[in-house]
């Protein structure tokens, strides 16, 4: 018999009442994930199904921008899909990575080279984000948008310094003298500085290039564009790097002017969800949470021992 000082059947209850709380995660866990895979199926049943007849098709180009698969196939469907008339690219995006506006610039231009394009930049067309609207037939923003910022960067840092003052020494065996180049734990050599403004100036070029083509300016007014600044949306209308001013309202007009394409027709959502893979990993965390608990009493909201209560 346990003795009144015995902590066995307060144990007991506590064991017995944390059950009951896996339990109800366990559950939790188990909808959410039937939610997901639902979503998925949906995800999968409507892209098979028709989309209905002819329409406009608006893809977003939102966030920072990097080598999206899905956003480039979203593209490619625009193009060969005879129901799609025309596009409208809603571009929201402080910029990003330039391989992925790269890659992006050159599945719209196949689009554009099919299909009429319109790029209508919101809050943010910058860098990376004013790149991608280059190959539109007609560029739209509004006077506040920021956009321009056409140029490259490349930063790094370096803590030698930091390192040395707690008595830790860094060592790095390289085949090469610009093998790690930049590195947090050796400073910058002329060597490599000068190795790393190359391949940024060669950057910087490609995008000066496309800004030519795409926007038919002389070279050398790009360049003085194209020192990293941003434009209002009023200024690039001045400087030549947008059209005009206006949303999707002047865009369907300037359609139906210029490309015979009826402001009558729907304009249909084409951007790839992404909620499927939101839940899924919604899913995920809860059982690992689940688990966590269970097996070692831990809650990964606050990340620290949590005892039975």
Same mark, same amino acid.
Not at 199 to 214: C, I, R, Y
């Given at each position: 018999?346990?003795?009144?000082?015995?902590?066995?059947?307060?144990?007991?209850?506590?064991?017995?009442?944390?059950?009951?709380?896996?339990?109800?995660?366990?559950a939790?866990?188990?909808?959410?994930?039937?939610?997901?895979?639902?979503?998925?199926?949906?995800?999968?049943?409507?892209?098979?199904?028709?989309?209905?007849?002819?329409?406009?098709?608006?893809?977003?180009?939102?966030?920072?921008?990097?080598?999206?698969?899905?956003?480039v196939?979203?593209?490619?469907?625009?193009?060969?899909?005879?129901?799609?008339?025309?596009?409208?690219?809603?571009?929201?995006?402080?910029?990003?990575?330039?391989?992925?506006?790269?890659?992006?610039?050159?599945?719209?231009?196949?689009?554009?080279?099919?299909?009429?394009?319109?790029?209508?930049?919101?809050?943010?067309a910058?860098?990376?984000?004013?790149?991608?609207?280059?190959?539109?037939?007609?560029?739209?923003?509004?006077?506040?948008?920021?956009?321009?910022?056409?140029?490259?960067?490349?930063?790094?840092?370096?803590?030698?310094?930091?390192?040395?003052?707690?008595?830790?020494?860094?060592?790095?065996?390289?085949?090469?003298?610009?093998k790690?180049?930049?590195?947090?734990?050796?400073?910058?050599?002329?060597?490599?500085?000068?190795?790393l403004?190359?391949?940024?100036?060669?950057?910087?070029?490609?995008?000066?290039?496309?800004?030519?083509?795409?926007?038919?300016?002389?070279?050398?007014?790009?360049?003085?564009?194209?020192d990293?600044?941003?434009?209002t949306?009023?200024?690039?209308?001045?400087?030549?790097? %947008?059209?005009?001013?206006?949303?999707? +309202?002047? &865009?369907?007009? *300037? $359609?139906? #002017?210029?490309? !015979? @394409?009826?402001?009558?027709?729907? %304009?249909?959502?084409?951007?790839?969800? +992404?909620? &499927?893979?939101? *839940? $899924?990993? #919604?899913?995920? !965390? @809860?059982?690992?949470?689940?688990?966590?608990?269970?097996?070692?009493?831990?809650?990964?909201?606050?990340?620290?021992w949590?005892?039975?209560?």
């Open positions: 018999m346990p003795t009144p000082q015995d902590p066995l059947p307060d144990i007991l209850v506590d064991r017995r009442r944390l059950k009951r709380g896996l339990g109800l995660w366990r939790v866990a188990v909808l959410a994930l039937l939610l997901a895979l639902f979503l998925a199926a949906r995800e999968v049943a409507e892209d098979a199904l028709p989309g209905g007849g002819a329409h406009v098709a608006r893809i977003e180009i939102s966030g920072g921008i990097g080598t999206d698969r899905r956003l196939e979203a593209l490619d469907r625009a193009r060969e899909d005879t129901r799609v008339v025309a596009v409208l690219l809603a571009i929201d995006s402080p910029g990003g990575s330039v391989a992925g506006g790269e890659m992006l610039h050159a599945a719209i231009a196949r689009l554009a080279e099919r299909k009429p394009v319109v790029a209508l930049l919101g809050g943010t910058a860098s990376a984000g004013y790149m991608v609207a280059l190959p539109a037939h007609r560029i739209l923003a509004r006077e506040a948008t920021v956009t321009g910022s056409i140029g490259v960067i490349l930063q790094t840092g370096e803590a030698s310094e930091l390192l040395r003052m707690v008595g830790i020494r860094a060592e790095s065996i390289a085949s090469g003298r610009l790690g180049q930049p590195s947090l734990v050796a400073p910058l050599t002329d060597e490599a500085r000068a190795a403004r190359a391949v940024v100036e060669d950057l910087h070029a490609q995008f000066v290039a496309m800004v030519v083509a795409a926007r038919r300016l002389p070279e050398e007014r790009v360049r003085q564009l194209a990293g600044g941003v434009l949306g009023r200024q690039a209308v001045s400087a030549g790097l %947008v059209d005009s001013i206006g949303g999707e +309202r002047e &865009a369907r007009a *300037w $359609l139906a #002017a210029e490309r !015979g @394409v009826s402001d009558r027709l729907p %304009v249909r959502d084409a951007t790839p969800r +992404r909620r &499927a893979e939101e *839940w $899924l990993g #919604a899913t995920l !965390g @809860v059982m690992l949470k689940s688990l966590f608990i269970e097996w070692l009493g831990v809650d990964l909201t606050v990340g620290l949590q005892p039975p209560r």
